[in-house]
């Protein structure tokens, strides 16, 4: 009797050790992923970056870079220099041309006969439209205020027509003028004296084109 008692206690004890251990056994057993670590890029410094003409350029010799870099700088100066020599140029043409339409021709009172002072001045006019023959001028008549509109505005004409026609025998084409009068409506100077009137009797050129 004792004896089966005891041997029912052992069953007790080992019984529920072998439950465990079974149990334990197929109980899946969850991995853990292998961690990498991060692969490390070497970042360059911004002085390490340079551009292909950069590396070209260092592969030079020395002296073969001081010699582009005169030419460069060579060049720098003669655009330099042209950019301002054609602003000369175009100041002298500026220039020219404003003395082509600021300088009129003057007549005696009651006149259209042009002057020997009148004469130089035309002469010059006409060399500046051979040099630029690509222009046409309106040849403008004035008077003084004395006189009425009517005999002013046809002493005008007369001073215009004869100032052309002086122009063409210097070989000025007759197709590149055109002339009007403009009687005494276009002072040149307000006043009422003899001074005055000498400004407003006069021939002015003006450019068209």
Not at 39 to 67: C, F, G, H, N, Y
Not at 174 to 189: F, H, I, N
Request: one cysteine or more; a negative charge; proline letters at 4%.
């Amino acid at each position: 009797m004792q004896k089966k008692i005891w041997i029912n206690m052992v069953l007790c004890l080992i019984i529920p050790g072998l439950l465990l251990t079974v149990s334990c056994a197929k109980r899946p057993v969850k991995s853990q992923p292998a961690v990498t670590a991060p692969v490390q890029i070497p970042q360059m410094e911004e002085e390490d970056v340079i551009t292909s003409e950069e590396a070209e350029r260092l592969r030079k010799p020395e002296d073969q870079r001081i010699e582009e870099q005169r030419l460069a700088e060579e060049q720098q100066r003669l655009a330099e220099e042209e950019q301002r020599l054609a602003e000369q140029r175009r100041q002298a043409a500026l220039a020219e041309r404003q003395k082509f339409m600021n300088q009129d021709i003057y007549f005696d009172f009651d006149k259209s006969y042009i002057r020997l002072d009148a004469q130089n001045i035309l002469k010059q006019k006409a060399e500046y439209m051979n040099q630029h023959p690509e222009i046409s001028v309106i040849i403008e008549g004035h008077c003084d205020e004395r006189g009425t509109n009517e005999y002013n505005i046809a002493l005008g004409e007369r001073r215009a027509v004869a100032t052309k026609q002086f122009m063409i025998r210097l070989g000025i084409s007759a197709d590149s003028m055109v002339t009007v009068s403009y009687g005494e409506e276009r002072p040149a100077d307000p006043g009422h004296s003899e001074s005055a009137w000498a400004k407003n009797r006069r021939v002015h050129f003006d450019i068209l084109q």
